[in-house]
């Protein structure tokens, strides 16, 4: 098992940054995918990136290509989710995920971990 705990959300302008980071418990995250997703009010939880055990390859949502980047330091059991360029509309609680194994997702219901979730919001 292992348990995620997302931070670094917060209220950012339109055009800035935030890193969020989701720091895991356990002694084998190096063997998790991990994901990241968000979900805004009224609105269902989407896919927002993925990356593989090793760190790459990475999938992102065409939404988010070229503003943001996921990365993950197994050293510290850490993933991060680095987004440049916020928009209003990327404004939802973000979530990180976890699934053992080899295959990257980008489907929510395809991993068995989930996170707390931290509250993103931009302001235009």
């Known amino acids: 098992q292992v348990q995620l705990v997302e931070s670094g959300g917060g209220l950012v302008q339109a055009g800035g940054s935030l890193r969020l980071s989701c720091a895991a418990s356990?002694?084998?995250?190096?063997?998790?995918?991990m994901g990241w997703f968000r979900q805004a009010p009224g609105k269902e939880r989407e896919f927002v990136a993925a990356?593989?055990?090793?760190?790459?390859?990475?999938y992102y949502a065409d939404s988010v290509k070229g503003r943001f980047t996921i990365s993950r330091d197994n050293a510290k059991n850490t993933v991060y989710l680095q987004m440049n360029s916020l928009k209003p509309e990327d404004t939802a609680v973000y979530y990180c995920?976890?699934?053992?194994?080899?295959?990257?997702?980008?489907?929510?219901?395809?991993?068995?971990?989930w996170g707390q979730g931290t509250q993103v919001t931009v302001s235009s």
């Open positions: 356990g002694r084998t995250f190096s063997s998790y995918t």
């Open positions: 995920a976890a699934e053992y194994g080899v295959v990257v997702r980008t489907i929510g219901r395809e991993y068995d971990y």
């Open positions: 990356i593989s055990r090793s760190g790459a390859p990475t």
